[in-house]
């Protein structure tokens, strides 16, 4: 058996997990440019030892072996299910295959997940409520719902002596790097990254959650996926503002392109607004990781999408970032639409359909024929204009 080096975050209290180095894409969806990690946190008790949430499938062997490392021939009694989602809970049937006496512990949702997918019976499974505590003896387990972050079922585990919160999700970030987000230089735009592409939808949902912890006393913040938090005040303050919606006095413009119009007017509309003052992301959908954009639609005020019409509708690629934005939610205000078409629109009719479901006000938008010619450019200017006009309003 493999020997492995295993952090202890406060004695007793091990990290367990594992790091996905070679994952490049998570849910079909998000690009993970650094792999990402599945943290798992041994807790050990005098009386009883707790599992706190487990690996991606594929990842169990590392997991037991590490959890045989620590405990020997001592039994595992709980394992602590804070999401049903497979990155943390997928294994669960080879830990329970090792402990079959182990209890699955979860809040009511959890709880019917876990016999869903992990095939977890009746008799093994434990609900909890929030404010319900585990004792192990010399530690206590607490346990707080957090519903609906990403998942309904989802819950925090708190470690009342050790002062040591297990958030799953909630405060997480992708990468395969690094132990302690106080040792990462880049720590605040991946976790905003991580935000945006996951609990940005869900922000109101995160300030309630954050409104339950406000009064923990907390040494130690572990997420499932990236580094621990030891440096807890300017993590809770990132995530109290992107929770709150406060927004940056900044425009994030995305593009797609097929002759060059769409995309002159889109980069005269970062220039425009550069020179108004105004904060610019500006993207190229087809080459930029989407998280990117979810990145900047976390504290952008103002949304520029730009695409062409091609077979009566807009570009496909248009089509899938209004779908983005619609999803993602993002607290943004207001809206434009830079489009072009050779000898037919009809992009503008679908993005309304699409950016008309949310909340964005449509400050205007432009839809040439052929090529950004001077007048056009102005016309930009003009839009840029109001944009920022609407920004410093
Ligand atoms: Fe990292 Fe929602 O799973």
New binding site residues.
């Given amino acids: 058996m493999q020997r492995y080096w295993i952090p202890e975050l406060k004695p007793g209290i091990h990290f367990v997990g594992s790091r996905d180095w070679d994952r490049r894409m998570?849910d079909a969806l998000v690009p993970l440019p650094e792999g990402t990690s599945?943290n798992a946190y041994l807790v050990v008790g005098s009386e009883a030892v707790a599992l706190v949430d487990t690996v991606n499938p594929g990842f169990e062997p590392e997991l037991l072996d590490k959890v045989h490392q620590i405990l020997g021939d001592r039994p595992l009694d709980y394992i602590v299910m804070n999401?049903a989602?497979?990155?943390?809970a997928g294994g669960i049937p080879a830990v329970r295959k090792r402990y079959p006496d182990a209890q699955v512990l979860a809040t009511r949702r959890g709880a019917d997940m876990a016999g869903l997918y992990f095939g977890v019976p009746e008799d093994a499974r434990q609900v909890v409520s929030d404010g319900d505590n585990l004792n192990l003896g010399d530690k206590t387990l607490r346990f707080i719902e957090a519903p609906m972050l990403?998942?309904p079922e989802?819950m925090f585990t708190y470690v009342e002596e050790d002062r040591v919160l297990l958030t799953?999700?909630f405060f997480?970030s992708h990468t395969a790097a690094g132990l302690f987000s106080d040792e990462d230089d880049d720590l605040i735009p991946r976790m905003q990254r991580y935000f945006g592409e996951?609990m940005m939808p869900y922000r109101r949902m995160g300030a309630r959650a954050l409104g339950k912890i406000n009064d923990l006393d907390i040494d130690i913040i572990g997420p499932?996926?990236g580094p621990v938090h030891r440096e807890i005040e300017p993590v809770l303050s990132r995530y109290q503002s992107w929770t709150r919606g406060d927004m940056a006095n900044k425009v994030l413009i995305a593009y797609v392109s097929m002759w060059g119009s769409t995309r002159a007017m889109a980069h005269q509309m970062a220039q425009s607004l550069g020179d108004l003052g105004v904060e610019v992301r500006l993207y190229d959908i087809l080459t930029t990781d989407t998280a990117e954009i979810a990145r900047d639609l976390v504290d952008a005020k103002a949304i520029v999408l730009g695409a062409p019409t091609v077979l009566a509708g807009m570009h496909p690629v248009g089509v899938n970032a209004a779908n983005l934005v619609r999803a993602l939610r993002p607290p943004a205000s207001y809206a434009a639409v830079l489009s072009s078409h050779g000898w037919s629109g009809g992009a503008m009719k679908q993005v309304e359909e699409v950016l008309g479901a949310t909340d964005l006000e449509m400050v205007g938008y432009l839809d040439i024929q052929g090529p950004a010619t001077a007048e056009v450019l102005a016309q930009v200017d003009e839009l840029a204009e109001k944009i920022a006009e609407r920004l410093s309003g």
């Fill in positions: 998570f599945y999401h989602e497979p990155d943390h990403h998942w989802t799953c999700d997480g996951i499932s996926h």
